[in-house]
């Protein structure tokens, strides 16, 4: 074949392509009008209201916002996932008896904290936890899963100290609701997906992720039918960027995804000018990415073996203190990541 031949052949092909390609980038705009800042900033000021009381596992104040989060999940038209119920409850361990760290993180939770959920739901004299989990199924029976998660329990109250928790986590539970109601719109419309799609409020991240590792195990899905799962944890303070500029997102695991699905991130946030800068290295240092990787519900699913990513702004000097309030998240910017990750998660369907 004649080089001149060849790059007709590969024109028309192209054009043939091209639009279909353009199409699928463009209809994602049909639903990112529902990632709205009223939206989000309303979650985040029920989680973080001093009723709540800082949302300590095992509270009836965590059990509040666990129904809080099934009826939105309800109200957007998510089904429960293999149950007439959103709520996965499991048993939380009793007050002062520490249950272990998150695998080789070196963490666990404070004494403190346990002091705090001493005073538990309980059923049959147990303590528990509940992670909340929605459903949108795909359109094959035979399609694999996405999971998106964040967790919604927190320090609680500590006699007259009350720790909010705004960044750590309701951003991310707030992020979550929003992707939930966005992509909830599309399988009421169009009944489209590519992958079955799970959202998972966990609760008990701060018993050493005892929350996501009772999911993992309970699911019932395969884990090879798992592509990827994405968690939002601590995504909406502008005040730890890695460079100069302050809209940032740091992302961890991507390496775990496979070479397109990563090129989907980079390519959703150039083409739809969000400006992000996307950091893949957690500060450039290896050692503090395999620390902080392992510190949040990631981690159970990593463990099993399933790719997993980890969205998040970082630490900064308000987190876990009483000065995680709203005031201090960057508003703007956490709508820009939310769009980013659910033009990301379109990509990738």
Same mark, same amino acid.
């Given at each position: 074949?004649?080089?001149?031949?060849?790059? %007709?052949?590969?024109?028309?092909?192209?054009?043939?392509?091209?639009?279909?390609?353009?199409?699928?980038?463009?209809?994602? @705009?049909?639903?990112?009008?529902?990632?709205?800042? *009223?939206?989000? @900033?309303?979650?985040?000021?029920?989680?973080? /209201?001093?009723?709540?009381?800082?949302?300590?596992?095992?509270?009836?104040?965590?059990?509040?916002?666990?129904?809080?989060? %099934?009826?939105?999940?309800?109200?957007?038209?998510?089904?429960?996932?293999?149950?007439?119920?959103?709520? &996965?409850?499991?048993? !939380?361990?009793?007050?002062? #008896?520490? =249950?272990?760290?998150?695998?080789? /993180?070196?963490?666990?939770?404070?004494?403190?904290? #346990?002091?705090?959920?001493?005073?538990?739901?309980?059923?049959?004299?147990?303590?528990?936890?509940?992670?909340?989990?929605?459903?949108?199924?795909? %359109?094959?029976?035979?399609?694999?899963?996405?999971?998106?998660?964040?967790?919604?329990?927190?320090? +609680?109250?500590?006699?007259?100290?009350?720790?909010? +928790?705004?960044?750590?986590?309701?951003?991310?539970?707030?992020?979550?609701? *929003?992707?939930?109601?966005?992509?909830? =719109?599309?399988?009421?419309?169009?009944?489209? !997906?590519?992958?079955?799609?799970?959202?998972?409020?966990?609760? +008990?991240?701060?018993? @050493?992720?005892?929350?996501?590792?009772?999911?993992? /195990?309970?699911?019932?899905?395969?884990?090879?039918?798992?592509?990827?799962?994405?968690?939002?944890?601590?995504?909406?303070?502008? $005040?730890?960027?890695?460079?100069?500029?302050?809209?940032?997102?740091?992302?961890?695991?991507?390496?775990?995804? &496979?070479?397109?699905?990563?090129? &989907?991130?980079?390519?959703?946030?150039?083409?739809?000018?969000?400006? $992000?800068?996307?950091?893949?290295?957690?500060?450039?240092?290896?050692?503090?990415?395999?620390?902080?990787?392992?510190? @949040?519900?990631?981690?159970?699913?990593?463990?099993?073996?399933?790719?997993?990513?980890?969205?998040? /702004?970082?630490?900064?000097?308000?987190?876990?203190?009483?000065?995680?309030?709203?005031?201090?998240?960057?508003?703007?910017?956490?709508?820009?990541?939310? *769009?980013?990750?659910?033009?990301?998660?379109?990509?990738?369907?």
């Amino acid at each position: 074949m004649n080089v001149r031949k060849f790059f %007709a052949i590969m024109a028309l092909i192209l054009s043939a392509v091209a639009p279909r390609l353009q199409g699928q980038v463009h209809s994602s @705009s049909s639903y990112a009008y529902l990632l709205d800042e *009223e939206g989000t @900033s309303s979650h985040i000021d029920f989680l973080t /209201s001093p009723r709540i009381a800082g949302r300590a596992a095992g509270t009836p104040q965590a059990r509040e916002v666990a129904e809080y989060i %099934a009826a939105q999940m309800e109200s957007y038209g998510l089904q429960p996932f293999r149950s007439v119920s959103f709520f &996965q409850p499991f048993n !939380l361990p009793a007050a002062g #008896r520490g =249950q272990g760290t998150a695998s080789g /993180s070196g963490y666990s939770y404070t004494d403190a904290y #346990r002091r705090a959920t001493g005073s538990a739901v309980q059923e049959d004299g147990v303590k528990k936890g509940y992670n909340v989990v929605g459903y949108l199924p795909a %359109a094959r029976k035979d399609a694999g899963y996405i999971v998106i998660g964040a967790h919604f329990d927190h320090i +609680g109250s500590l006699g007259e100290r009350f720790y909010p +928790g705004a960044d750590d986590n309701a951003s991310g539970v707030a992020a979550m609701l *929003e992707l939930a109601q966005a992509f909830a =719109q599309r399988y009421k419309e169009k009944g489209d !997906l590519g992958h079955n799609i799970v959202f998972v409020a966990f609760d +008990g991240n701060n018993y @050493s992720l005892l929350g996501s590792r009772h999911f993992v /195990s309970r699911c019932g899905i395969s884990h090879g039918k798992i592509t990827c799962m994405i968690n939002l944890d601590q995504i909406g303070s502008t $005040l730890a960027a890695p460079g100069e500029n302050p809209e940032y997102l740091l992302v961890l695991g991507a390496d775990k995804l &496979q070479p397109w699905q990563k090129e &989907q991130m980079d390519f959703a946030n150039s083409f739809f000018r969000l400006g $992000l800068h996307l950091d893949y290295t957690y500060y450039g240092s290896p050692e503090f990415y395999n620390i902080f990787y392992k510190l @949040s519900d990631q981690q159970s699913f990593t463990a099993a073996g399933i790719p997993a990513l980890l969205f998040t /702004s970082g630490i900064t000097g308000h987190t876990n203190k009483e000065s995680d309030v709203a005031a201090n998240l960057g508003m703007p910017v956490l709508q820009k990541r939310i *769009e980013l990750i659910y033009r990301f998660l379109w990509l990738i369907l």
